[in-house]
């Protein structure tokens, strides 16, 4: 069997696929033509977030059985589409639950205490002790859009700095957030009464922009929002008027809805009241190796099943 490999993973997982007798390809910085010139030789396809799969590779994709998701996101891969060939796809869903929500924490941390502000000042030899008076979390409200894995995980976190949680997800029964104190609420009603809000939820066409100007003029003055789930649920056009009127104090997110940004995203990126990470939420060397891993055995699985029938 021969794997192709777009983007870096653990090497843990690639020595367990060659301990399996897989004969791997790392594509690693590869151009589109090129991953679509080398698919058709390969029965194996092994992805991050930046390779989009689409119909046209898929069916250049001649002898492909297994697509693979080096993590949790599906949007970019047409599972329908490969499924419909007889194409089986996996990622890893529990991956980066810990790696994502103490991110979240660590940005949300950040960006109340007005951070990055502080460390730039001093590193540039300012010395400045009430040049950057922050916000407690002791006391305050998160709003959790979206309560899956990583915002229980978010939620548990925050509680033990004494944080009331409430959260919007239409598709929970309410008991199981009760288990952890958590209020399920309507979205409006999050929005209104959070003074931090934490994004987590998946894209779809639900949710794309589902916090856009309407929404963010529902939040409180002055309260912070932060993105972890996906770039394209935040209407960054919005977000931007929203920082430089001050209705949002600041903002922060680890995705953004171009990645890499574009020359016209510049103008969020250059806000003193928005911090971005690259999209490292699931960049511990803990979760790649574990998400390297559990693919490979999923796709070792798969096949050897396969085989024998």
């Not at 390969?42 to 697509?67: C, H, M, P, S, W």
């Not at 239409?170 to 952890?180: G, R, S, V």
Request: aromatic fraction near 6%.
């Amino acid at each position: 069997m021969k794997c192709l490999i777009t983007e870096k993973v653990d090497e843990k997982g690639i020595e367990l696929l060659k301990e399996n007798g897989f004969i791997v390809h790392l594509a690693y910085n590869k151009s589109r033509d090129e991953i679509e010139h080398l698919i058709g030789d390969y029965d194996v396809l092994l992805v991050r977030a930046e390779t989009q799969v689409d119909e046209r590779l898929i069916n250049l994709g001649k002898n492909l059985k297994v697509i693979g998701m080096a993590g949790i996101g599906l949007n970019h891969i047409d599972v329908k589409f490969a499924e419909s060939k007889g194409i089986k796809v996996f990622n890893v869903p529990d991956g980066s639950i810990t790696s994502v929500a103490e991110l979240a924490l660590t940005l949300i941390l950040a960006t109340v205490r007005k951070l990055y502000s502080a460390v730039s000042a001093t590193k540039s030899g300012k010395w400045d002790k009430t040049g950057f008076t922050g916000n407690l979390l002791d006391g305050k409200t998160l709003g959790i859009l979206s309560l899956g894995k990583i915002g229980f995980r978010v939620a548990e976190l925050c509680q033990a700095f004494n944080m009331k949680v409430v959260a919007y997800d239409p598709y929970l029964n309410p008991e199981i957030a009760k288990k952890i104190d958590v209020e399920l609420l309507p979205l409006e009603e999050v929005l209104a009464q959070a003074d931090l809000i934490t994004i987590h939820t998946p894209l779809t066409k639900e949710t794309h922009h589902m916090i856009g100007k309407k929404e963010i003029n529902l939040m409180k003055d002055g309260s912070f929002l932060f993105n972890l789930g996906r770039g394209g649920i935040v209407d960054e056009k919005a977000l931007y008027q929203a920082l430089v009127s001050g209705k949002l104090a600041a903002a922060a997110a680890d995705v953004m809805e171009n990645e890499p940004p574009t020359e016209e995203d510049a103008k969020l990126l250059q806000l003193n009241n928005f911090m971005a990470t690259c999209h490292i939420g699931a960049g511990t060397a803990e979760a790649q190796s574990y998400i390297s891993c559990s693919l490979a055995s999923q796709v070792i699985e798969h096949l050897s099943i396969a085989e024998t029938v």
